[in-house]
């Protein structure tokens, strides 16, 4: 069969960062032991994640079992209901209207608290400050929780990652969280604008038929969509900045800036594999596809496609990086890109405003985590101006 590469145990394989390296390259689709179908070039993971028997529901996805049906693992109709009760909350105008009031201060008291130290794990002690202030604040939760939920969420992201990491703990997390939501939600906090009071708002205004259990599940999964992918991400702009590959002066300019920005999304993507189902017979590079198989996208390998990106692992300001696609593409593309990137970009900003040098002082060059991967083990130092 044309394109088919290799057999190998995906449980193994896929445990493993950068997993699609030990992938022959002279071909995009992997059939895999189990049933499951690895994707790796960059055009087929595009055609993957945009083609329209390749779907997000699974009865038996961990995700899907752990946090009740939800926006990551519906489609269809009720994919579209999930996502219009998001819209709101992540509209350009609102994303400006944080970028103004409700990060400046995030961002300096981050900044703040690193200025002249050494820190031995930034994504453990520091990364998750901005994302769970912010996350926080736009679900309208009282800020007295946010290490609370910062504590119970963590470790959820091991849910989403393949192979999954399903204990008895991340249920209990999960039934703590969804419980703290609803508590929140009664208690009505916020401005009237936050994503559980903008929820009910839409359901009224569009009727749209969601139940309260769907509606709380779905609060979650934003919620650490929202906080886990920024905070590993976080950290992997924090080590490019460490890793003296250019002069920290170049990133005053705006410009500069959001090319480093971009140029770091497409090397270190927070969500490197996603999961799929095809939900037909199909082909997809010259490979057939059983239905009911697992078709897993590699968007770290789309990233580093050397068909598309000259010298990939390379990291080049001035590279074009049409064809990076760290937020996904197709229907479950994320909805809070623009509000990541503002975040990334306010960040930046302030660390080189108020830092002479950064810089990585202790490199094991190890990265985590399938979903909200990053690189670990390193230490980095911020020298005060
Ligand atoms: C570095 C930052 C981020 C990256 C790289 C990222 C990436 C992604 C990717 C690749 C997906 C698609 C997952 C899939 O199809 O299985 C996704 C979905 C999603 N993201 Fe993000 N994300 C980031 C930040 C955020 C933020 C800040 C928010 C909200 C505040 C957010 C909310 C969501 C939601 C709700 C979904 C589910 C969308 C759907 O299933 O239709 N993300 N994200």
Same mark, same amino acid.
């Given at each position: ?131 769970? +202030? ?7 939760? /009282? !800020? $007295?929780?946010? =290490?609370? *939920? ?5 470790? @959820? ?86 890793? +003296? ?7 005053? /300019? !705006? $410009?500069?800036? =959001?090319? *480093? ?5 497409? @090397? ?118």
């Amino acid at each position: 069969m044309p394109g088919v590469a290799t057999a190998a145990d995906p449980v193994g394989l896929l445990a493993r960062p950068y997993w699609y390296r030990t992938l022959p390259a002279d071909a995009d689709v992997h059939r895999l032991d189990g049933g499951v179908f690895a994707v790796t070039g960059n055009r087929t993971v595009q055609e993957a994640l945009a083609h329209p028997d390749i779907v997000a529901e699974h009865p038996l996805k961990a995700s899907a079992r752990a946090f009740g049906p939800n926006v990551l693992d519906a489609d269809g109709a009720e994919h579209r209901a999930f996502r219009a009760l998001l819209a709101p909350i992540l509209s350009a105008g609102r994303v400006d209207a944080y970028k103004r009031t409700l990060m400046p201060g995030l961002v300096e008291a981050l900044v703040d608290s690193v200025l002249d130290s050494e820190c031995d794990d930034f994504h453990a002690t520091h990364a998750h400050k901005v994302p769970y +202030g912010i996350v926080c604040t736009i679900l309208g939760i /009282d !800020p $007295a929780l946010e =290490d609370r *939920f910062h504590t119970l969420t963590r470790p @959820l992201a091991r849910l989403l990652d393949y192979p999954t990491e399903e204990t008895e703990q991340t249920h209990t997390n999960v039934d703590e969280l969804l419980r703290l939501i609803e508590e929140q939600r009664t208690a009505g906090r916020g401005d009237g604008r936050s994503l559980l009071e903008t929820i009910e708002q839409t359901r009224d205004r569009r009727g749209i038929s969601l139940t309260d259990a769907e509606v709380r599940s779905t609060a979650l999964l934003f919620f650490l969509a929202g906080t886990e992918t920024s905070s590993a991400f976080i950290t992997s702009l924090v080590y490019c900045m460490g890793r +003296g590959l250019f002069g920290l002066d170049e990133l005053h /300019d !705006p $410009a500069v800036r =959001d090319d *480093f920005v971009e140029e770091a999304l497409r @090397l270190y993507p927070p969500v490197q594999t996603i999961v799929r189902f095809a939900s037909e017979d199909l082909a997809l590079g010259g490979v057939r596809i059983p239905r009911h198989s697992a078709v897993l996208a590699s968007i770290a390998g789309a990233n580093r496609d050397p068909r598309v990106f000259a010298h990939p692992d390379r990291f080049d300001l001035s590279r074009s990086r049409k064809g990076s696609i760290p937020f996904a593409v197709g229907a479950h593309a994320c909805p809070g890109a623009l509000l990541a990137k503002t975040e990334f970009s306010l960040l930046v900003a302030d660390l080189v405003e108020r830092c002479a040098d950064i810089a990585v002082t202790r490199d094991r060059r190890r990265a985590a985590s399938q979903s909200f991967s990053h690189p670990s083990a390193f230490a980095v130092r911020f020298t005060a101006k």
